[in-house]
């Protein structure tokens, strides 16, 4: 008997201790984080923003797999949430003790009131997500916030598991702060900040996410500043130098909004030049961007690939920026498709409507290539 307390009090301490390394180091790495939230580290943000919707409370449960993305650039946070579905929520409405009987009796909900009340939870959860990160940006690193509520359910005409973006908003933090809460109604909250989403969010209707970001893209590389005047012939210039240029020239265009633009690694392969993340709730979302430094006129193949990119790429438009000019059988092409057509008139014009000028002669930029 002896002996075996003793062997009970030697496992006992050996716990005692793992529970201390553990807390130790559990503790030490909150002090990490804090440290590096503090110097306004970007991986950093996120994990603390992961960290308080991760431990929301809600009355029921439901699998909370949450993404979170920030740009430090535009101050952006990027929120990818995994949202219940009509079948997580709770059905039971009393139970009652029937005395006549002597048994206990269970009431639920009827499945129009489920319905009904689902849709008015999902759009206080997106609201409660937003105040939460908001409210705890002590560092103010997070000028707004893009949120997409994705679910995962049984498609009732397939039968298959499909998962698919229901609810998405873009918010301000500003818009969101003049906003009070307590006696907001939550539906037409999230429809005057200009959320998307279904009119009955029970059907579970996909929607198209306003902004989805991944800027893990391995192909992105830095970027670099272009020196050029009202002299500098564009048609003549370095193609790399010229597909950095369209990435300053996109960029000024999208800044306004937000949005950011990215040069990606040159191949010459027809893939994408330029990859631009816009969070405008009209315009938004990702948009590929390829530059033809061209003296000749860019034939429709040209404008295919592109379309191709874009569906390839799961972008919401592409835009195609050349020195020269596009065909009517291109133009003819791109009619009714989300590409833009930008030719030289056009590629001066907006470099002239961000304040810098250039040239582009076709005859003169010939010769200098052939030479």
């Known amino acids: 008997m002896e002996e075996k307390i003793l062997r009970q009090e030697f496992e006992w301490k050996n716990r005692k201790e793992e529970f201390y390394k553990r807390r130790e180091a559990f503790n030490q790495n909150i002090?990490?984080?804090?440290?590096?939230?503090?110097?306004?580290?970007?991986?950093?943000?996120e994990q603390y923003c992961l960290l308080i919707l991760q431990n929301s409370m809600y009355p029921f449960d439901f699998k909370k797999n949450i993404e979170a993305l920030y740009s430090i650039d535009n101050k952006i946070l990027a929120i990818e949430y995994s949202l219940p579905i009509p079948?997580?929520?709770?059905?039971?409405?009393?139970?009652?003790?029937?005395?006549?009987?002597?048994?206990?009796?269970?009431?639920?909900?009827?499945?129009?009131?489920?319905?009904?009340?689902?849709?008015?939870?999902?759009?206080?959860?997106?609201?409660?997500?937003?105040?939460?990160?908001?409210?705890?940006?002590?560092?103010?690193?997070?000028?707004?916030?893009?949120?997409?509520?994705?679910?995962?359910?049984?498609?009732?005409?397939?039968?298959?598991?499909?998962?698919?973006?229901?609810?998405?908003?873009?918010?301000?933090?500003?818009?969101?702060?003049?906003?009070?809460?307590?006696?907001?109604?939550?539906?037409?909250?999230?429809?005057?900040?200009?959320?998307?989403?279904?009119?009955?969010?029970?059907?579970?209707?996909?929607?198209?996410?306003i902004m989805i970001v991944n800027k893990e893209d391995k192909r992105i590389v830095e970027s670099k500043t272009v020196c050029y005047d009202e002299a500098t012939n564009l048609a003549a210039m370095n193609w790399e130098d010229f597909e950095h240029l369209i990435r300053e020239l996109f960029e000024k265009e999208f800044m306004q909004n937000g949005g950011e633009v990215k040069v990606t690694q040159a191949s010459r392969d027809g893939g994408v030049d330029a990859i631009a993340f816009d969070p405008d709730p009209i315009r938004g979302g990702k948009i590929v961007i390829q530059a033809k430094r061209y003296t000749n006129t860019v034939g429709v193949s040209a404008v295919r690939d592109l379309f191709g990119t874009v569906m390839n790429e799961g972008a919401t438009k592409g835009i195609l920026v050349t020195t020269s000019d596009y065909g009517s059988d291109s133009y003819e092409f791109a009619k009714g498709k989300p590409i833009t057509l930008l030719n030289g008139a056009n590629l001066l014009f907006l470099l002239e409507k961000h304040g810098h000028k250039a040239k582009i002669d076709i005859e003169e930029a010939r010769q200098l290539l052939k030479n």
């Open 31 to 45: 002090e990490d984080l804090k440290i590096r939230y503090n110097d306004k580290e970007p991986s950093a943000i």
């Open 87 to 209: 079948n997580d929520l709770p059905t039971l409405k009393d139970v009652k003790y029937i005395a006549r009987y002597n048994e206990f009796r269970e009431y639920h909900f009827t499945e129009n009131q489920i319905n009904k009340k689902y849709d008015a939870v999902i759009y206080k959860i997106v609201l409660r997500c937003l105040f939460e990160i908001f409210s705890n940006d002590v560092i103010n690193e997070i000028d707004a916030i893009s949120f997409n509520g994705w679910v995962t359910a049984i498609n009732k005409s397939t039968g298959k598991e499909e998962t698919k973006c229901i609810v998405s908003v873009y918010v301000k933090k500003s818009v969101f702060n003049e906003i009070n809460l307590e006696k907001v109604d939550p539906k037409l909250c999230f429809k005057g900040l200009k959320g998307v989403g279904s009119s009955t969010l029970f059907d579970l209707a996909a929607v198209q996410p």
